[in-house]
């Protein structure tokens, strides 16, 4: 995350919804040391993420939890990218204006982006990217918009070469492999947001290959849902959030439905080898009487 104390009331939020919920600030961003808001390769960030992420879901306490995924904006990104490193280890995803490409009313014209890319190998950490505000853009509320730039961690100085750069490579890369996402997801978007295009969030819903996928966009809300709307907005968000959550956590599946039945029909077949054996009529293919051996339990609660 950019700021984890910018993002801590979201966590909180999902932490009283009954979540255990765990972030890292991304190397440059918030408290975590580097250079200011640079990014020299987003693999980097996306790595760091899953180690981190990983470590946590092997502690005993979350070994056996279900795992979702929750990014905003560039977090969007790296949820996305996550999912793509290891498609099968995450139960779902929430994403909240993700970052899968760059708003034309913000990028940059096609000639400056030209020129910057052959002089980002000279000054890959130059402040020179020329941009609109995001946080004028971003934060509807004019109250939060100004705790946000009274936030020292946050970053609000022009976008360095190399950073702007790899975000729209990023960006750019997801785009066209929107059809390459399998997880469930949740996809939520202010219809006025200019910082991120909600018809990128449209294309993700029409083009991903998951069997459960939700879309929500909200009129007349900006790209700072959980944090730059009027309050009532933001608990509109949230409600919508956690329902989905807690629709996929508390949902009974067809393989715990026949956990029971296959721990049984396990116990037989042990029984029954270890007497073939005994009386020596052993099989040599091992094969079991019930073919329900090997499905993967799903656990209620998440990450």
């Known amino acids: 995350m950019e700021c984890s104390g910018f993002m801590r009331e979201s966590g909180t939020r999902l932490a009283t919804a009954g ?17 200011r808001c640079y990014i020299k390769k987003f693999e ?11 470590s946590i879901c092997a502690e005993e306490e979350y070994r056996d939890k279900r795992r979702f995924l929750y990014g905003e904006s560039m977090g969007g990104a790296v949820a996305l990218l996550l999912h793509k490193k290891n498609p099968s280890f995450w139960n779902g ?12 009313k913000v990028k940059p014209h096609p000639v400056v982006i030209k020129i910057l890319t052959k002089m980002v190998e000279i000054i890959p950490k130059w402040k020179i990217v020329p941009t609109k ?15 946000i730039r009274n936030n020292k961690l946050i970053y609000q100085d022009k976008p360095r070469l190399k950073t702007a750069l790899e975000m729209l490579r990023t960006s750019m890369s997801l ?8 997880l469930p997801f949740f996809v939520l978007h202010g219809e006025a947001d200019i910082v991120t295009d909600p018809e ?13 996928k939700t879309i929500k966009l909200y009129p007349g809300m900006w790209h700072g849902l959980t944090s730059g709307e009027p309050d009532e ?25 026949l956990h029971p039945f296959n721990e049984e029909c396990e116990k037989f077949n042990n029984t029954a080898l270890s007497t073939a054996k005994r009386n020596g009529r052993t099989r040599s293919n091992g094969s079991y009487l019930c073919g329900l051996k090997g499905l993967r339990r799903q656990h209620r609660s998440a990450m």
Request: charged share 30%; aromatic share 10%.
């Open 200 to 212: 990128v969030s449209k294309a993700l819903y029409e083009k991903a290959s998951s069997r459960d």
């Open 19 to 35: 979540y255990a919920v765990f972030g890292i600030d991304y190397e440059g961003h918030g408290r975590s040391k580097g250079t």
């Open 233 to 257: 907005n933001i608990e509109i968000v949230f409600a919508d959030i956690t329902a989905w959550l807690d629709n996929r956590c508390n949902a009974v599946t067809f393989e715990q439905i």
């Open 133 to 147: 505000d995001v946080i004028d853009s971003a934060f509807k509320d004019p109250i939060k918009r100004e705790e």
């Open 175 to 182: 785009e066209d492999g929107l059809n390459e996402v399998t």
């Open 93 to 104: 995803a929430v994403l909240v204006a993700p970052m899968c490409k760059i708003s034309e």
């Open 44 to 54: 980097n960030i996306v790595n760091d993420c899953s180690e981190f992420f990983k």
